[in-house]
């Protein structure tokens, strides 16, 4: 069963509970789940919902990384690096990402953006395989907000895989507890766990 809200889970590890760790030389791939939104109750966060679940069922084990929970700095303005310290650190250690981000004006948020800038350049985020989701309120869905993050994406070296997943008309797919009432967009939020899963460990 789903989850009813996204809670603020920023650097706190998901863990398999599983008797394959006990396994010699077994090591499980970490995944790393980027909210793009600052924004309360974001339909953005609820569209990660069904993937935060497909992760758990298959033991994956990930972390949460929540910007509303973090102190980021724009470019060129000195301060405490704390909160940037730390993103490069679990973003380092990933073996694949998962980045969502709202459709504002047209693009991308500027709140996913700064996430990638707060990630160095040369990015940490090089060589990282990862799927990207987006939301929107418009029926033409996230398509632009998309591009762009895709765009940007591939010019720091990450590797993007196909089938990102646009969410279009959000307010009438999310209700007030979170869940998906759209079976089919609940079934493609979900495989993009398996599309990198398989990249990762084919």
Not at 8 to 37: C, M, S, W, Y
Not at 66 to 83: A, C, H, V, Y
Not at 181 to 190: A, S, V
Request: neutral net charge.
């Amino acid at each position: 069963m789903l989850q009813r809200q996204l809670r603020p889970l920023i650097f706190k590890r998901f863990d398999i509970k599983d008797e394959k760790v006990n396994e010699p030389n077994f090591q499980a791939a970490r995944i790393i789940v980027i909210l793009g939104t600052s924004r309360p109750n974001s339909y953005t966060s609820k569209a990660l919902l069904p993937i935060i679940d497909e992760l758990k069922i298959n033991n994956v084990p990930f972390d949460l990384i929540d910007p509303s929970k973090l102190s980021l700095l724009w470019p060129g303005i000195d301060g405490n690096e704390r909160d940037v310290l730390k993103i490069k650190d679990i973003c380092s250690q990933a073996d694949g990402i998962i980045f969502s981000t709202p459709e504002y004006h047209g693009s991308m948020s500027a709140c996913a953006k700064l996430i990638i800038e707060n990630l160095g350049f040369p990015s940490v985020l090089a060589g990282k395989p990862m799927v990207i989701l987006g939301v929107a309120a418009g029926s033409a869905g996230a398509i632009k907000s998309l591009e762009q993050l895709r765009c940007v994406l591939s010019h720091i070296g990450a590797i993007v895989l196909p089938g990102p997943v646009s969410v279009a008309s959000v307010n009438n797919v999310f209700g007030s507890d979170g869940l998906c009432g759209d079976p089919n967009i609940e079934k493609r939020l979900r495989e993009l766990v398996r599309i990198l899963m398989d990249y990762i460990d084919p």
